[in-house]
């Protein structure tokens, strides 16, 4: 085996040096170019955007950079202090606004080199703009049809996020800007400013996601100011929100109407979610829900009725869809109308909004197929300045048809003797509680969109009914309303195939100039139904009348039944009503007739009254069988006191007038009472009511006709 000495050693192959000295004078060159176009490529980039901003603005604009800094590898670019403003001096060229732009820093990153030589769309990680302050005081006349990509020149921008910081904004003049904003952020992602991007409709204008907030947004509107603390959106989220949003009106909220309307509005928290931002950007709306939370609306309403709100949204929209609005503890406030009604309490739910397009005749309610409401107190105006009309409770729903108003208040501003003066006649002075009224099978599209009131039910439970009158007044020369054929001639559309009134009160005061006790006439336990209330000639006529029922307790003591036809389309005025009074004590009436005719009733016991009569515009004429026993009647002077006189007026009318029993006597025929009373138009039906009541029966007492029909169209 051969030592390790005895081997002969292998030569060592060495590296030529002067491969090493190309390489380092290659690298020393190249740090050299480097430096050299470092050096001058600033200067000369900032020369160029400044003076190629000029050229192509034709000398509108003006740029000045601070500080521009490139970057070769990977390519980018930051420049501070930069600032653009129009030459007042310039044209206006290409439509471009009239502005003035200043940002403190901004940054590109990672530009491709590549695409950027082979002008193709090019990719950049992305941009960010900080300190960023526009004033934008005036858009152009015209603007350009060609997109703002067509306008680059290279096929396209990729940024794949763009941000801007500390962003304000002005709108207008300086000193009183149509908008301002700021400070904002705004976060752009994947922002493809290319025709691809621009043909992508998944995206909100070239983004693929937006997300921004902004914070003391001030807008003029016509004849408004909007100031908004702070709007937040995000296309991920697909929420918009809003707080402490405020609408102000440059006039003040009152019962003098202008040609436009004035609205005050306050919004402390609004939440739009489930918009659809690329819809949104090719104007087309669309959302899930839009929450507001305690909305205070005050409004006056304008001399002439705005344009719908699809109207007004079609020069901005082609359609616009909402799947549900809440709003909660809200208030409300209308001036500028007679009823000037203010609602508290609203918790409002409306359900599948379409307000655009607009398809054929609307069935929904106002755009929504279906709403729910509730309130608290609400008040009103009514009549005004006469009555006040309020009600602690309102629920409706309009897909179950349903309406209900609990304790509702029809009160008078003023006295009986106050609404006479001011009238300058009688005028009925109406007081009016309702515990409970409800509609049933009530059709709110019907009512929404054509103006007509139809419904299954309507019900009133525990209503109190005070009517006050004064006779020392001069009557009303107007011709009433409360009448069948006025009822016919309602100027909307109504149809109610039953209203239902249970456990009502009513009492009627009358003042007679005789003396300053009122009369007093009171119907307890009372209880109608009227069937087929109606307006509609398909439904009303001859053939198919309304009929009423009702019953209860005349002064609490005596039971009464009536039934009445009527045909609220004939012109005549012609219904029919008959009825029964149960056996009670004459003496009852004297809390109405003794302060208002000085008749009181000494004694008189009534079986059983039947009547039947037919009205019309001239008369009320029928038949009355009473069947009473033992009456005596007494005439009183203005003391309420039987006088020398009136004794002996009392005497003549017992003696020869009276008939005290009827029959006569037992098993003898009951003498029947003719009904003939002249109407006076003036006057209610119900006026007419008791007046052909009272002159049969007169004539039924023995009463000659021809003074029993003088002396029941005596008030």
């Known amino acids: 085996m051969p030592s390790p000495a005895a081997t002969p050693a292998l030569p060592v192959r060495r590296r030529p040096l002067w491969g090493r000295w190309v390489g380092a004078v290659l690298l020393l060159l190249g740090a050299g170019v480097w430096a050299l176009l470092t050096f001058w490529l600033d200067p000369w980039l900032q020369r160029q955007a400044e003076q190629r901003v000029h050229a192509v603005s034709q000398g509108r604009y003006q740029l000045r950079i601070g500080e521009l800094h490139t970057r070769l590898w990977p390519l980018g670019l930051e420049v501070r202090a930069v600032r653009l403003r129009t030459l007042v001096a310039g044209p206006d060229s290409g439509g471009l606004p009239r502005l003035e732009l200043a940002l403190g820093r901004g940054q590109v990153r990672s530009i491709s080199w590549q695409a950027l030589l082979r002008r193709a769309e090019v990719p950049v990680d992305s941009l960010t703009l900080d300190s960023l302050a526009l004033q934008l005081r005036e858009l152009p006349q015209t603007t350009s049809r060609q997109p703002l990509h067509a306008r680059l020149p290279v096929a396209g921008v990729r940024v794949g996020k763009l941000t801007i910081r500390h962003l304000?904004?002005?709108?207008?003049?300086?000193?009183?800007?149509?908008?301002?904003?700021?400070?904002?952020?705004?976060?752009?992602?994947?922002?493809?400013?290319?025709?691809?991007?621009?043909?992508?409709?998944?995206?909100?204008?070239?983004?693929?996601?937006?997300?921004?907030?902004?914070?003391?947004?001030?807008?003029?509107?016509?004849?408004?100011?909007?100031?908004?603390?702070?709007?937040?959106?995000?296309?991920?989220?697909?929420?918009?929100?809003?707080?402490?949003?405020?609408?102000?009106?440059?006039?003040?909220?009152?019962?003098?109407?202008?040609?436009?309307?004035?609205?005050?509005?306050?919004?402390?928290h609004l939440r739009l979610t489930g918009l659809d931002g690329p819809r949104l950007a090719r104007r087309q709306f669309q959302a899930d829900s839009l929450l507001v939370l305690s909305p205070h609306l005050a409004l006056t309403l304008p001399a002439q009725k705005p344009p719908s709100l699809h109207e007004t949204l079609k020069a901005y929209l082609r359609s616009c869809q909402l799947q549900t609005l809440v709003i909660r503890r809200g208030s409300v406030q209308v001036a500028g109308t007679e009823l000037a009604p203010a609602v508290a309490g609203v918790e409002l739910t409306g359900s599948d909004f379409r307000v655009l397009p607009r398809l054929g005749p609307p069935t929904d309610i106002y755009y929504a197929q279906a709403w729910h409401l509730r309130t608290g107190r609400a008040t009103a105006t009514l009549s005004a300045p006469y009555y006040h009309l309020s009600w602690q409770r309102l629920r409706a729903d309009t897909r179950a048809g349903a309406l209900q108003l609990t304790r509702v208040l029809l009160l008078p501003t003023m006295s009986v003797v106050s609404l006479a003066r001011r009238k300058g006649h009688q005028s009925a002075h109406v007081s009016a509680r309702f515990p409970a009224m409800w509609l049933r099978g009530f059709d709110f599209a019907a009512a929404a969109n054509r103006a007509e009131l139809r419904a299954g039910e309507l019900g009133l439970r525990g209503a109190q009914l005070t009517t006050r009158s004064d006779g020392r007044f001069p009557a009303n020369p107007r011709i009433s309303v409360v009448t069948p054929?006025?009822?016919?001639?309602?100027?909307?559309?109504?149809?109610?195939?039953?209203?239902?009134?249970?456990?009502?009160?009513?009492?009627?005061?009358?003042?007679?100039?005789?003396?300053?006790?009122?009369?007093?006439?009171?119907?307890?336990?009372?209880?109608?139904?009227?069937?087929?209330?109606?307006?509609?000639?398909?439904?009303?006529?001859?053939?198919?009348?309304?009929?009423?029922?009702?019953?209860?307790?005349?002064?609490?003591?005596?039971?009464?039944?009536?039934?009445?036809?009527?045909?609220?389309?004939?012109?005549?005025?012609?219904?029919?009503?008959?009825?029964?009074?149960?056996?009670?004590?004459?003496?009852?009436?004297?809390?109405?007739?003794?302060?208002?005719?000085g008749l009181r009733f000494n004694s008189g016991q009534v079986q059983r009254i039947d009547f039947r009569m037919a009205l019309d515009r001239q008369a009320a004429r029928g038949t009355l069988w009473g069947c009473y026993t033992n009456l005596k009647l007494q005439r009183l002077n203005r003391q309420n006191r039987p006088g020398v006189l009136h004794r002996l007026q009392t005497s003549v009318i017992n003696g020869v007038f009276i008939r005290d029993n009827n029959p006569r006597r037992p098993g003898q025929m009951l003498k029947p009472g003719r009904i003939l009373s002249a109407r006076e138009r003036r006057f209610s039906v119900f006026t007419l009511w008791r007046q052909g009541l009272v002159s049969g029966m007169l004539h039924s007492s023995g009463v000659p006709k021809g003074l029993a029909k003088k002396l029941s169209e005596t008030d």
């Open 485 to 597: 054929e006025a009822l016919g001639k309602v100027p909307f559309r109504f149809a109610v195939e039953r209203l239902r009134i249970s456990q009502a009160r009513i009492t009627m005061l009358y003042r007679a100039p005789r003396s300053a006790t009122p009369g007093t006439l009171q119907i307890t336990r009372f209880a109608a139904t009227l069937r087929n209330l109606t307006n509609n000639p398909a439904r009303m006529g001859a053939a198919r009348p309304l009929i009423g029922e009702a019953s209860g307790w005349l002064q609490n003591q005596g039971r009464a039944r009536l039934t009445v036809r009527a045909n609220l389309l004939d012109p005549t005025g012609r219904h029919t009503l008959r009825g029964t009074f149960f056996a009670t004590s004459l003496t009852m009436l004297n809390p109405m007739t003794v302060p208002t005719i």
């Open 168 to 268: 304000l904004g002005h709108y207008g003049p300086t000193h009183r800007p149509v908008m301002a904003a700021g400070p904002g952020t705004l976060v752009l992602h994947d922002v493809r400013l290319s025709a691809a991007g621009a043909a992508d409709s998944g995206r909100i204008g070239y983004a693929a996601g937006v997300a921004g907030q902004v914070q003391g947004l001030t807008v003029r509107l016509p004849g408004h100011t909007l100031r908004l603390r702070r709007l937040q959106l995000s296309s991920a989220t697909r929420q918009l929100r809003l707080d402490s949003l405020l609408v102000h009106p440059r006039q003040p909220i009152s019962n003098q109407r202008s040609p436009a309307l004035r609205v005050s509005l306050t919004v402390p």
